[in-house]
């Protein structure tokens, strides 16, 4: 509702390309590109259904923010990725030039792939840190998928993160997990015992 819009209706700004921004496009990546989509569905529909009250607005909280930060830099600070040939008939360079051609090039920093996913790793680590492991691995895959199939550029992928995490913090404090954690991480005071027994 957001990116597709600003996208293709912004112009000017900069690109923010780094000399160490080398990254080979290859179309195959476009599969994790893609995919994120249904992941964020499918954690979004748990979030909404299965995490308690103070969670689920300490998400909501970190989400507002975030957005509101990614929004407002494509808004008032636009960046934008330069076009890049794609090579190939299969559907994967298909359905990457079909993203570089029909979604705009604006909105590179920071990469919305990288901060939406980097708030769902960190309240799902958080929540279940057992299944740590998984959401890093989808993070970094999503993460390479941005630079790999050049919709982004490594400062873009570090502004997600950024941007994430700003989220993921505010969004804890907004919702007094902090106060909840300082107060539980408190050891009771002991009793000593009286010596006028």
């Given at each position: 509702m957001i990116y597709i819009p600003t996208s293709s209706r912004i112009t000017g700004g900069i690109e923010p390309k780094l000399p160490i921004d080398i990254f080979p496009v290859w179309s195959v990546w476009v599969l994790p590109y893609v995919l994120c989509y249904f992941v964020w569905f499918a954690a979004g529909a748990w979030i909404l259904f299965k995490i308690e009250d103070r969670s689920f607005?300490?998400?909501?909280?970190?989400?507002?923010?975030?957005?509101?930060?990614?929004?407002m830099t494509f808004l008032f600070f636009p960046t934008y990725v330069r076009s890049m040939p794609i090579e190939g008939n299969d559907i994967f360079a298909f359905l990457l030039r079909m993203l570089h051609e029909d979604w705009g090039r604006y909105d590179a920093f920071p990469s919305g792939h990288v901060y939406i996913s980097t708030l769902l790793t960190l309240f799902f680590c958080r929540w279940y840190p057992r299944q740590?492991?998984?959401?890093?691995?989808?993070?970094?895959?999503?993460?390479?998928?941005?630079?790999?199939?050049?919709?982004?550029?490594?400062?873009?992928?570090?502004?997600?993160?950024?941007?994430?995490?700003a989220g993921y913090h505010f969004g804890l404090w907004w919702a007094g997990a902090y106060a909840v954690q300082k107060r539980s991480g408190r050891r009771p005071r002991k009793r000593i015992a009286s010596s006028l027994n």
């Open positions: 607005r300490a998400f909501i909280a970190a989400c507002t923010l975030s957005f509101t930060m990614g929004t740590k492991f998984y959401w890093i691995t989808i993070l970094i895959l999503i993460s390479l998928s941005t630079l790999f199939t050049g919709q982004h550029y490594i400062l873009d992928v570090l502004g997600g993160y950024l941007v994430g995490l």
